[in-house]
């Protein structure tokens, strides 16, 4: 958890509310019931806590510490806003993070391990009583960089794992993104969600491969916390209807591509805290017309020239 | 028309046929009969026009000049396939380009004007004996920097505008890309395609916004001509069915996606020359399954915690 200053294209925030574990908590409660375990500061407003709790989140977890919470501070570009450069980050009370499980906890059937450092990570699942449901994991650049060895470790651990689409490459050193994917599922994760910002989502589970649209914005405010929706919208998704077939991932990318869309219309969680429900299945609804189209049917044939055949 | 030499990842090619008008021809002509309007020099190859007759392409307005062929070469990006440098570009035969039309081509109800300078789109079109049924229009960074004013104006005239997307925002100065189609739809065209490389299509037709996903290739040859093949697919289905409805161009936008992705994986034309019907419709019908998954039924609801009702 987390409070970000940003700078964006249309305007910006000092010291708001922020963090992987929020954003994937609140945008996970709409649909599941979600037990966070995280670090605060001294700092860390009753408010911020209260919003969580508002949002039936469980935060016996929430581990509030001397000293002050994570901060991180950055701007997004002003052409193209999936760019960003970070100014300052603070770890603060983060610095020294050993994240705790409570009993139940460790019996979670679904977990997801949060953007941290992979050793980390995998302190948390070696920490679970059994092995859960569906583990899924996001990780960036930066882990590739600096732990590589660590992140491949728990990567073999995992289900599910959320990637930029150019981390995929940089991790497998594929430039190839099918092959990339596939080199990341024969490790041992069943799918691996390919993120592409505003251009949507490559989901490749088993031998599927399905394409999300991103939902077209007017107006897009913050880009900071879109991944970690889309987290928390595909694993609540997940959660709440135990549907782990490639049916069920395709449902949860489309639903995590929803919240992903909600949280960059405004600065940190003012959109993604206060939807409603017709908001969400509006917007689900929307997003999956915008790839609708009367196909052929079976016994249908493209209008090729010379009576359907082509003359090649 | 052109002779390209390209080096990309995956090889290289010297002085191969490429060119707007080839892809496109060759790419429509499993569709719908291709007139072509084009310039060549002495040293084009016998054998590259009798390519464009065997897919029965009219080469009546094929203009033989004294000189060379236009040449282009350039290098794609190792990282990133869908950036490109110029290193050579040799007008030769094109620099007194002044495209003549037939009687017949003058009659034409669907009519490309392929990317060259805006002034000779305009000639072309203003030698029309009727407003053609469909007018659509390709064009480029360059022509945005160095003749805005007669883009603009050609751009009034055309009901179809194919621009990749940072050259939408580009020539419309709006960072948001609804916005920025919107606003090329207020200045007379019906659709805008936004092409974004391999992460697909977005059109915009009246109030309605589609998203084409992009076939995921596993071998990417060579960028070169996906474009244009785009475009002969888009065009050769709506003049095959006469269907200008937004669902004509939602499944024209579809069929350009699969040419555009045949396009790239060889060198030159030697994949989008060689296609069978078959090889068309299957890989149509996987990009139609790329999207598509079990949604909500219209009675449905989304798994919500709570019942059916979000708790915010």
Known sequence: MAYDSVKTPAGS?????????????????????????????????????????????????LDRRPGKTFRWSGVYGAEDVNTRD????????????????????????????ANIAPELQMAVLEKM???PRLVALDSM?????????????????????????TEVR?????SNLVEAARQIMAMGPSAVVAKRGDHGVLLFHGDSIFSAPAFPLEHVIDPTGAGDS???GFMGYLAATGDLTTEGFKF???????????????FSLERTASLTKDEIESRFRALTDLTRFTSLGENESLPFQGGGAAHA
Chains 1, 2 share one sequence.
């Open 230 to 232: 889309f987290a928390g």
């Open 13 to 61: 925030r000092e010291d708001a509310l922020g963090g992987s574990a929020t954003f994937f908590s609140v945008s996970g409660s709409y649909f599941a019931p979600v037990s966070v375990v995280a670090v605060v500061g001294e700092d860390f407003k009753d408010g911020d806590v209260k919003l969580l709790k508002n949002h039936g989140v469980d935060v016996s977890g």
């Open 170 to 174: 940089t991790f497998t050193k594929h």
């Open 252 to 266: 949860a990318t489309m639903v995590g591509s929803v919240m992903g869309s909600y949280a960059v219309e405004s």
């Open 86 to 113: 970070t100014l300052d980050t603070q770890l603060n009370v983060f610095a020294d993070f050993a994240p705790e499980l409570s009993l139940e906890q460790r019996k979670s059937p679904y977990l997801f391990l």
């Open 129 to 131: 009583a059994e092995r």
């Open 141 to 165: 650049a930066l882990w590739i960089d600096i732990s590589a060895e660590a992140l491949e470790r728990i990567i073999r651990k995992v289900d599910v794992l959320f990637l930029d689409e």
